[in-house]
């Protein structure tokens, strides 16, 4: 080729050096559609073999340059086995659930069998435990195997290990904005279980939870509490969650509605259910719109939030003609409500009711039904309340829900 150069621009010629780009440029003069050919096939060619190599078609990799995305992504980063699944119950809010003790962990089984799957059973022992249950609901704390009603023994024992015991809550519980901790009051476990609260409150803080600790406790029946430990111990545990927003379920009441109509051995279990599926009703219908009058979650957290006790009751009106349906309601739901009597005014006063479509579109029953509210209103500071149509009821129902007494 250089001789052949020599002969045609002479012995002298010096060629001139090209870049590369003037290259294609030339070529491209001359042949306009073979150059852009060529180069597909020469791409083409590299990608077969796989060499990644070449920075025409692989730009340089940007290294650990933009990790940081990873970081801030919505992916959620592996998740842990042991996080329990998210509660399958319809809630109005993100709760989690904690029996402490034998009657404390019947008590949140009942909440898990109807899909509140965020439920943890802390005990000192494994023996007073619900059976049918997933180990992975078990909070084993160490150190005693159960505490015999020695209420000072169970503070001991669950302040020393509440640490351990918010570390489950995080593990298996993880975020939630409230934390529902249930515990039959009289015996040695259940009645220590506000020595948890330091480390679950801390545990809501720490997540920027909305919520707060929220306490369902458990009255010795009357038999029960003629025992001087098993009165103490309730009264201490009493004196505890004085503060704290918290439910009383008052066992004798609970057990004498129940009389007659379920034998002994079915008692607790269907208390606990009838009381789980009351307070789930709550949950879920402040989760619901509602045409005439919604509940919503904002009404129910400042109910839920408000220090003090919490009475909650329900009932049903076969008789909707009737012209004291307003007090019918008020009184039907503190009547049969598994709660001790309220006493004072209370704080907050939450009225649900659940009529059907031809009660609701009866003027008569609709005018009669506002008595019903100015009753709850009449008893507490603020009122809330909420109208629900649904068909298939055995009756008008109504839901109370009295706060801060
Ligand atoms: N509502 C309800 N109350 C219960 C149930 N089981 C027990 N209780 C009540 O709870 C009280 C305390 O009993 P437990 O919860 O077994 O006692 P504990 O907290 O395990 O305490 P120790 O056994 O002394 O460590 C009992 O006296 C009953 O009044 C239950 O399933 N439902
Ligand atoms: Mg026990």
Redesign the pocket.
């Known amino acids: 080729m250089a001789s052949a150069t020599w002969v045609l621009m002479g012995k002298n010629y010096t060629p001139r050096k090209m870049s590369e780009k003037q290259v294609e440029e030339h070529l491209r003069a001359v042949f306009p559609d073979l150059i852009d050919e060529l180069k597909e096939e020469y791409i083409m060619s590299i990608n077969d073999d796989g060499n990644k190599d070449d920075t025409y078609i692989n730009p340089p990799d940007a290294g650990d340059d933009f990790d940081f995305v990873m970081a801030y992504d919505d992916d959620p980063a592996e998740a842990d086995e042991r996080l329990l699944a998210a509660n399958s119950a319809t809630c109005a809010i993100s709760c989690g659930f904690i029996g402490?003790?034998?009657?404390?962990g019947?008590?949140a089984k009942a909440f898990l069998d109807l899909g509140f799957t965020k439920t943890l059973l802390v005990?000192?022992?494994e023996k007073?435990q619900p059976g049918g249950t997933d180990q992975n609901h078990f909070v084993l704390v160490p150190g005693a195997d159960?505490?015999?009603?020695d209420i000072v023994l169970?503070k001991k024992v669950l302040g020393e290990n509440s640490a351990f015991v918010e570390d489950a809550v995080r593990t298996r519980i993880g975020n939630v904005d409230w934390l529902f901790v249930l515990?039959?009051?009289?015996?040695?476990?259940?009645?220590a279980c506000h020595e948890l609260h330091g480390s679950l409150s801390r545990y809501l803080t720490s997540i920027e939870a909305a919520g707060k600790v929220v306490y369902i406790i458990?009255k010795?029946?009357a038999q029960?509490m003629l025992n001087p430990t098993?009165s103490k111990n309730y009264s201490a545990l009493l004196e505890d969650v004085s503060g704290c927003p918290h439910i009383i379920?008052d066992?004798e009441r609970?057990l004498q509605l129940l009389r007659g109509k379920v034998g002994m051995l079915n008692m607790?279990p269907s208390?606990?259910r009838n009381f789980a599926k009351l307070i789930a009703q709550v949950l879920k219908l402040a989760s619901e719109h509602s045409e005439i009058q919604t509940f919503d979650s904002k009404d129910l957290e400042k109910c839920l939030g408000t220090e003090g006790r919490m009475v909650i009751g329900s009932t049903v009106v076969r008789d909707v003609t009737r012209n004291d349906l307003g007090s019918l309601v008020y009184q039907g739901c503190l009547r049969s409500s598994p709660c001790p009597t309220p006493s004072g005014r209370a704080k907050t006063g939450t009225l649900l009711l659940i009529a059907d479509g031809a009660m609701a579109s009866d003027p008569d029953v609709s005018r009669r039904l506002e008595s019903a509210f100015s009753y709850v209103g009449g008893r507490a500071d603020t009122l809330f309340s909420g109208v629900y149509v649904k068909e298939g009821i055995p009756g008008l129902i109504a839901i109370t829900l009295l706060g801060g007494l």
Not at 100 to 104: H, I
Not at 183 to 190: I, R, V, Y
């Open positions: 402490v003790g034998g009657g404390g019947k008590l005990n000192t022992t007073d159960g505490v015999g009603k169970g515990a039959g009051g009289g015996g040695g476990t259940g009645s458990t010795p029946t029960e098993i379920i066992n609970q607790f208390a606990n």
